[in-house]
């Protein structure tokens, strides 16, 4: 099955600064990649996705790119605000449909 | 649509009982997957159904945990018996066509064994 790691564990950045969430996958079969943001207490929202025919997905303030050659994509959060403060999940799907998550990335944005 | 809906939000139980966990997926969503949360594993999928059957439950960690989806709208994950490492957040998720959307994950049940 599909194994996703992440890094870091946890960021830290200034408000105004980019935060930038780094992921890789071990199956080439995968082709879906979504970014869930999870807040305290609270359930793993999707905020992003990717497919394998694209390289990069921009919505407002977060995009997402992919590199299937390297088998890496990356989470990109620009202009950071507190609220944006949460835990990151990187997932990747392989062909039998299920969803292995990363570990997590604890982003914390100082006001 | 309210949204994945699980039951209860919190589950503080004795050693030895038996807990089942109750999951209502999104109408017309044709998968389900359980997943469970801790600090030291993240998040981990258990098992998942696609229209109703039962297809990966490799994840499931002992004999002691079953997952039943008697029909489309209805799930159910059983811990019997429950011990003090099973304490964790349980999230259930539903989605459809299974990779081609994003999952919708439940507001996850709080379980506590002591």
């Known amino acids: 099955g599909e194994n996703v790691e992440q890094h870091p564990s946890t960021l830290s950045v200034q408000e105004g600064d980019s935060a930038v969430i780094k992921c890789t996958y071990s199956?080439?079969?995968?082709?879906?990649f979504p970014w869930y943001k999870q807040e305290l207490g609270k359930r793993p929202q999707l905020i992003i996705d990717?497919?394998?025919?694209?390289g990069e997905k921009k919505d407002q303030r977060i995009a997402v790119t992919l590199n299937k050659t390297a088998k890496h994509f990356s989470l990109h959060i620009t202009e950071t605000q507190p609220e944006d403060s949460a835990v990151y999940f990187c997932?990747?799907?392989?062909?039998?449909?299920?969803?292995?998550f990363g570990a997590g990335t604890r982003l914390t944005v100082k006001p | 649509d309210a949204g994945v809906i699980q039951s209860p939000r919190h589950e503080v139980t004795e050693m030895g009982q038996e807990v089942t966990l109750r999951c209502k997926p999104i109408?017309?969503?044709?998968?389900l997957f359980w997943y469970r949360q801790t600090m030291m594993r993240g998040l981990e999928l258990l098992i998942y159904?696609?229209?109703?059957?039962?297809?990966?439950d490799s994840g499931m960690p002992e004999d002691r945990f079953s997952a039943k989806m008697p029909n489309a709208s209805f799930s159910t994950l059983k811990i019997q018996p429950s011990e003090p490492r099973d304490s964790a957040v349980y999230f259930c998720?539903?989605?459809?066509?299974?990779?081609?959307?994003?999952?919708?994950f439940g507001s996850g049940t709080r379980l506590t064994v002591v």
């Open positions: 159904f696609n229209n109703n059957v039962p297809i990966d």
């Open positions: 990717i497919r394998s025919n694209v």
């Open positions: 997932a990747g799907t392989s062909n039998n449909n299920d969803m292995r």
């Open positions: 109408s017309g969503h044709d998968y």
């Open positions: 998720a539903s989605s459809f066509q299974g990779r081609v959307f994003g999952y919708t």
């Open positions: 199956d080439s079969a995968s082709n879906y």
